[in-house]
């Protein structure tokens, strides 16, 4: 008995110490990034997540990345997913913060809501609001010959792409400083079952500062083939960086290869050139194209291509690709 109460002691010990120092931690940056505001978040002890995800049950992963896995679970018949990062090493905890703080800004219908987090555990726990159990929008894209994942019709890629451009512009535009997600890809998206795309991550998310155009002297993060050349080469990032990562992400909805993959697509884009045809997802094509669909195709194309573009001068800003995305969309109603 004394054993036990001496354990149960450390162990209630161990968790005030992990309570109080991220706590501190995730309100500095809180106050750094967003001058100390966010939205109501509940406080989750470490028993319950245990709990509702069947003690971390790897039946229970929707998706993972390198540092975490998002499990399902269920909290008094409500549905949640539940982020928990697997490493402890500092760059995992660092982006566990920032996401933290980042989700904790969001209200918006394409961006999965956080409704609270563990504090008690070495690395902090996230709990989004609700369960997105039809896997990722790459597991759609790439990976449904070996999954259970339905392959997108055109018409759902388009609705997709409009809805994912809406999230970013409200990133760039919603905020007294432009959010800069800085880690576009088809990975960070979950769809519903009606193919409602949900952003749900932030590792790498930054604020432009103050009376600045760009984040200076950022840390190469990123996904190959989603990362913009100056981010590359000086090291900065703006909201063109995402514009360049978006255009990438068209380019993977429209061939169903990965970004890194297609970089023959770059370059003219005229729909009689026969690679343009043969670049298109065999799934998009089917038995054949209908000159509406075809000229969607191209019409999607050239703005892929131009939000790729080396300067990003020449990218559009992400509320002009909304707009000519939802034209679009609309024009096949």
Known sequence: MVQFRRKEYWEKRGKTKFIVKNGEILLEKLITTFDGNRNPICNFSSKELKLVTNNYDTMNVITEDWFFKLYKGFLLDRQISVMKFESKSQKAYDECINNIVF????CHKHILKLIGCCLETEVPILVFDSLVKYGTLQDHILSHHESHFEPLSWRQRLKIAMEISHTFAYLHIGFPRPIVHSRMSSSQFL???H???KLFEFSHAQCIPEGETQIKDAKIRGTQGY????????AVLDEKCDVYGFGSLLLELLTGQRPS???KIEGTCNLFDNWFIEAVDPIIVGDGLCPEIAQQLEVCMELAVKCRSYSGEDRPTMIDAAKQLRQLYLSTS
Do not use: G, K
């Not at 989700?103 to 969001?106: K, R, T």
């Open 191 to 193: 769809l519903d079952e």
């Open 227 to 234: 990362i913009a050349p100056e981010h590359i080469l000086m």
């Open 261 to 263: 993959d297609i970089s």
């Open 195 to 197: 193919c409602v795309p």
């Open 103 to 106: 989700a904790s800004q969001m």
